[in-house]
């Protein structure tokens, strides 16, 4: 079905900015949520941004809301997140997930997601 690979994690210092991208295969013609989900050892995974594929529309934890940025190119069927003024609270395993939509928001429960991709790490010193 669908397939999530992500790309662009890496090491940067408190202040600085990362852009991630998840690569999409697999869809069909339905509508979907799309959305990055990250999580530390020992603690449970949390949502950060989604979006929905048809109309574009956006929600943010409120821990990211006016620093990170997700969007999609419908033409290279990629999904991004543009992070900006890193944290070291921001480190954490990046993934990318995807769920069928019908319609309106997006939400950040991770229990709404059955599709997704390997992670990336992401690590941000002070």
């Known amino acids: 079905q669908v397939q999530l690979v992500e790309s662009g994690g890496g090491s940067v210092q408190a202040g600085g900015s990362l852009r991630l991208s998840c690569a999409t295969s697999?869809?069909?013609?339905?509508?979907?949520?799309m959305g990055w989900f990250r999580q530390v050892p020992g603690k449970e995974r949390e949502g950060v941004a989604t979006?929905?594929?048809?109309?574009?529309?956006?929600y943010y934890a409120d821990s990211v809301k006016g620093r990170f940025t997700i969007s999609q190119d419908n033409a290279v069927n990629t999904l991004s997140l543009q992070m900006l003024s890193l944290k070291p609270e921001d480190s954490a395993m990046y993934y990318c997930?995807?769920?069928?939509?019908?319609?309106?928001?997006?939400?950040?429960?991770?229990?709404?997601?059955?599709?997704w991709g390997q992670g990336t790490q992401v690590t941000v010193s002070s």
């Open positions: 997930a995807a769920k069928r939509s019908s319609g309106g928001y997006c939400p950040l429960f991770v229990g709404d997601y059955y599709y």
């Open positions: 979006i929905d594929t048809s109309g574009g529309s956006t």
């Open positions: 697999g869809y069909t013609g339905s509508r979907y949520c």
